[in-house]
């Protein structure tokens, strides 16, 4: 199945994936309107890089809960039909991953969509921490 | 385009009082932008403007300005920069900074170009700015805590999204070179920015933004830093760099005889290769960081023992080779200590050295060490000691004032070996082989830095330059790294390492405002800020000698004794030389003072005013 699949062991924590991602999405510069995550913990005895980034599951609890089937498991993708969101948040709580995410401008969750097959933050990360695996 | 719509700045900026415990949102200055561009450039001007002769740099009138860049937070390399900057409580002139990480781009992202903070609370606390609003918190649980608690802590509490600067408990204790530490180990502000925050009583500053940063044209920028990791991948130096970072230099500066060791006595450290980039890789190091938009990452995350620390290249020349320690699992240790308490490591590394130098010539005691071997090579001395100087403990509280202030202490013997310029430590180049190097730490700006002019690696590469090239090119490079970059938001490495061309920060800019830039507008602008910041030092001193424009004596004194250059020195003649005709290419006087001429063609009218009207002379 389609999906992105990261080796945060690789990440350097750029935050390039996040920008691309928000350009490409929302054409503007801002990476709280993106559907992946960076995410760096530090204390004072360790440094770790967590990239948070939908994982097409194919059992996807955030369609379970959707009332308004907006969120639809197909071909391998979990797909966020628009036009039927109503924009309650349901399945952000829902996501196991914390992998969907709101933005106040925004009416719908933000969530990868594999940018049909030819995902941006692929391209533009610096060290290959991100990769696509197409099926 | 005209300036009224201009893209790429936020166009706000936010004051916040903290005597008053207010804040007021201002637009940004269009003249600002005009003549100054962003950064290094904002924050001198509102300097110069906004503080008076005298202001007691640790007294609630000094201001501390983080500024950014039209082109930081944007898609374009290294664009994660954030300049810092208010008057120097070590120097009693300008100082300021950059950090790289995301707090830039966070407080753009929060809607503000600028952030000044200015009057003193009576009470700890931290600013916390959110989407055009901030709010002043108490901070008594955090007062005390290491640099890395606290960020922790407030990342906790504010979501781990923020970008959080904290200062350490050297920077509360008013330690002179307590700088301000982000994103758990980026560094900024070594002439004491950390204890101007500190006597501010501003333990940190949170920042937290999900708004657009506006944008001339996205897809030119898009396209652009496509093309530009596509030629920063395909350079020779991308993968020893992402693998090493700065510290491929340790050995480069040992086989050039720059690398300092024992107080710069000496640039030649025999043990060079048990600190270097390769131990480093093979036995320390198990990630590399980077900031925000960087594709050419070189943070160097350590690990040893239980302790997790960033190394590079500055901090293991300071506390290792100038310290005759060539043990690397000491050194990670103390630069891990000199983060969490906030003091900038290489300030700290002159301030131990010079200390250590003066245990051995007996002019520091035991008892005044209570009990400590102060000497070269002694790694638990000289821990021992960043804790003493970072609470100000036993002789902490001398060594806490800067090497300028312990030789006054010690008297005008010590003062030979002081290594600073302006009362601003030397950082890690030695210069007994490079007269150009060291003109430009003694004409650097903000006192001895190797930001605005790394020019030892132009000096190495032709060794028979004239007096009028060695200045000319220092001058052409100090305008682009501490006038260029230094105020157009982005990280100078991709220029400075991968000859990434300067054209294409031209067409950035011009994608992300919409306006024309040229070379030559970017020239006159970091001509405008190198002289409006000389008249800030100026303004301050009352008056100009070309003494403050000096080195220190060691190097033209004492000539290397060891290494493959022994017997090397700096000329004075020929440095006085250089001093003359470095003053006569930047348009000032023989005292160092620009000419009324070179002010008024940079439209720096107001700025001749103000020299004047406080009775100093320009010619």
């Not at chain 1, 498991?73 to 914390?98: E, F, M, Q, S």
């Not at chain 2, 890395?148 to 008013?174: D, F, M, Q, W």
């Not at chain 2, 997790?308 to 103390?334: F, H, K, P, R, T």
């Amino acid at each position: 199945m389609p999906r992105i699949e990261i080796d945060v062991s690789k990440c350097v924590g750029c935050h390039l994936c996040e920008l691309v991602c928000s350009i490409y999405h929302f054409g503007t510069v801002n990476i709280s309107k993106s559907g992946i995550r960076v995410v760096v913990y530090f204390t004072a005895n360790n440094l770790d890089i967590i990239v948070k980034c939908c994982k097409q599951c194919d059992k996807p609890q955030c369609a379970r809960v959707c009332e308004y089937d907006a969120l639809v498991y197909k071909n391998g993708i979990v797909k966020l039909i628009v036009d039927r969101c109503t924009g309650c948040g349901d399945c952000i709580k829902a996501c196991p991953y914390g992998s969907i995410f709101k933005h106040p401008d925004i009416k719908f969750p933000i969530k990868c969509d594999l940018c049909n097959g030819d995902p941006k933050c692929v391209k533009i990360c610096p060290t290959g921490a991100i990769r696509y695996v197409s099926g | 385009m005209s300036l009224d719509n201009i893209k790429g700045y936020c166009g706000k900026v936010l004051r916040v009082n903290l005597s008053k415990r207010k804040y007021v949102i201002e637009d940004l200055r269009k003249d600002l932008i005009e003549k100054f561009v962003g950064g290094r450039g904002f924050i001198c001007k509102i300097l110069f403007e906004e503080l008076y002769r005298g202001v007691d740099p640790l007294g609630p009138d000094n201001k501390v300005i983080f500024a950014t860049g039209p082109l930081t937070g944007l898609p374009i390399p290294g664009s994660g920069k954030c300049v810092v900057g208010c008057k120097s409580p070590e120097s009693g002139g300008y100082c300021d900074g950059n950090f790289g990480g995301y707090f830039g781009p966070m407080l753009k992202f929060a809607g503000f170009d600028m952030l000044i903070i200015e009057g003193r609370s009576e009470k700890p606390v931290y600013i916390y700015v959110e989407d055009g609003k901030c709010e002043i918190f108490d901070a008594y649980d955090l007062w005390g805590l290491k640099t890395s608690e606290c960020e922790r802590i407030l990342k906790e509490r504010h979501g781990y999204e923020c970008a959080v600067v904290t200062i350490g408990p050297a920077g509360e204790n008013l330690v002179k070179y307590a700088n301000i530490i982000h994103d758990f180990g980026r560094a900024g502000g070594r002439p004491g920015i950390g204890a101007v925050l500190g006597s501010k009583r501003v333990k940190a500053i949170v920042v937290k933004g999900s708004r657009d940063i506006p944008v001339h044209d996205l897809d030119r920028l898009i396209e652009l830093l496509k093309d530009a990791i596509n030629f920063l991948k395909n350079t020779q130096l991308y993968n020893t760099w992402t693998r090493q970072g700065t510290m491929i230099t340790v050995l480069w500066s040992n086989e050039n005889s720059c690398l300092p060791v024992h107080n710069f006595k000496e640039a030649y450290f025999e043990h060079a290769y048990k600190i270097s980039g390769d131990v480093i890789e093979k036995f320390l190091k198990y990630r590399t960081r980077g900031c925000y938009s960087c594709p050419t990452p070189c943070g160097n995350i350590c690990r040893f023992g239980k302790h997790v620390v960033e190394i590079d290249y500055e901090q293991v020349a300071m506390l290792g080779s100038n310290l005759g320690i060539d043990d690397i699992l000491s050194i990670a240790y103390m630069i891990k200590l000199s983060d969490e308490y906030g003091i900038d490591s290489i300030s700290l590394g002159n301030v131990i050295g010079l200390a250590m130098e003066l245990y051995e010539k007996g002019i520091i005691t035991k008892k005044d060490t209570e009990g400590i071997e102060l000497r070269f090579g002694n790694a638990e001395a000289a821990t021992r000691m960043i804790e003493m100087i970072a609470y100000r403990k036993g002789i902490g509280n001398i060594l806490a004032e800067g090497v300028s202030k312990i030789a006054e202490y010690y008297g005008p013997e010590v003062s030979k070996i002081a290594m600073h310029c302006k009362g601003v430590e030397i950082s890690a180049y030695d210069c007994h082989i490079a007269p150009g190097m060291a003109l430009a730490y003694s004409t650097s700006p903000i006192g001895a830095h190797h930001k605005d002019a790394w020019f030892i690696s132009i000096e190495l590469k032709n060794p028979s330059m004239s007096i009028e090239e060695r200045v000319s090119k220092l001058i052409w490079m100090q305008n682009i790294r501490g006038g260029i970059f230094e105020c157009i938001g982005t990280c100078r490495l991709q220029w400075v390492e991968f000859g990434l061309d300067l054209e294409f920060y031209i067409k950035a800019l011009k994608a992300a405002t919409g306006r024309e830039y040229s070379i030559e507008y970017l020239f006159e602008v970091a001509d405008r800020i190198y002289n409006v910041i000389r008249c800030f030092w100026i303004r301050e001193f009352g008056h100009w000698k070309r003494e403050y424009d000096y080195p220190p004596e060691r190097w033209f004194n004492e000539p290397l004794s060891r290494g493959p250059k022994a017997g090397s020195k700096i000329d004075r003649e020929m440095f006085d030389k250089m001093l003359t005709y470095y003053y006569r290419m930047r348009g000032w006087d023989d005292n160092g003072i620009p000419k009324v001429e070179t002010l008024k063609k940079l439209g720096l009218d107001d700025v001749i005013e103000n020299l004047r009207s406080m009775g100093i002379k320009l010619e």
